[in-house]
């Protein structure tokens, strides 16, 4: 008597080609913000959803049309998971996706958020809330050191820290100990880019 047999076939899902920069064979891809990048795979599954790790939704696509394109927006590293099903069994793949901000000190100008960018020129400190400290807005920086001199070239203050996050001004200094005048800067540091800066220059302190 013949017997049926029964043949279940297990899902396999294998990402073979991520661009741009891949590492170690598709298990890696890195680049500066916004990153495009694709995901080319092959799979037996009858479904498969995208998971690129960076909090937005998945994504479902065609098991047979196996490549898909995503731009990252946020600087960090993120697991890209690919999950395909057949005959209700899942499976995985994951690219693990690199992303890095471009370092800046200031203001740059074509960049479109320029004046929040903006080096101040004046401090007018008597705390109305209104340019009552002087910082040097950055991002993506791993080092920043800023000098305060006054007119007969004594250091009269620094910042040793970057920004914590792009353009916000978690490190900064107050004139508290100086008078009205005007005064210079030198800034210097390392971007996470590893690109160098050094700006310098002057602004006024009305009290
Ligand atoms: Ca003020």
Redesign the pocket.
């Known amino acids: 008597m013949a017997s049926t047999e029964v043949v279940v076939y297990s899902p396999a899902v294998n990402v073979t080609s991520v661009t741009p920069n891949p590492l170690n064979s598709a298990d890696s891809t890195q680049g500066y913000l916004p990153l495009d990048v694709s995901f080319e795979w092959t799979t037996n599954a009858e479904t498969a959803v995208w998971n690129m790790g960076d909090s937005s939704d998945w994504i479902i696509v065609n098991p047979s049309d196996p490549n898909v394109a995503y731009m990252y927006v946020d600087e960090g590293v993120f697991p890209a998971v690919i999950m395909v099903t057949l005959n209700g069994c899942p499976a995985t793949d994951t690219v693990w996706v690199s992303t890095f901000g471009v370092s800046m000190v200031g203001c740059e100008l074509d960049l479109g958020s320029c004046t929040d960018g903006l080096i101040p020129n004046i401090v ?9 400290f002087f910082w040097v807005p950055n991002m993506h920086m791993a080092t920043l050191d800023v000098r305060i001199f006054n007119r007969w070239g004594d250091e009269v203050g620094s910042i040793t820290q970057p920004n914590k996050y792009l353009w916000t001004p978690d490190y900064v200094w107050e004139p508290k100990e100086v008078g009205n005048g005007v005064y210079y800067y030198v800034v210097k540091g390392t971007g996470k880019d590893g690109v160098e800066h050094s700006k310098q220059g002057f602004f006024e302190v009305v009290k």
């Open positions: 007018t400190y008597n705390g109305d809330g209104n340019n009552d």
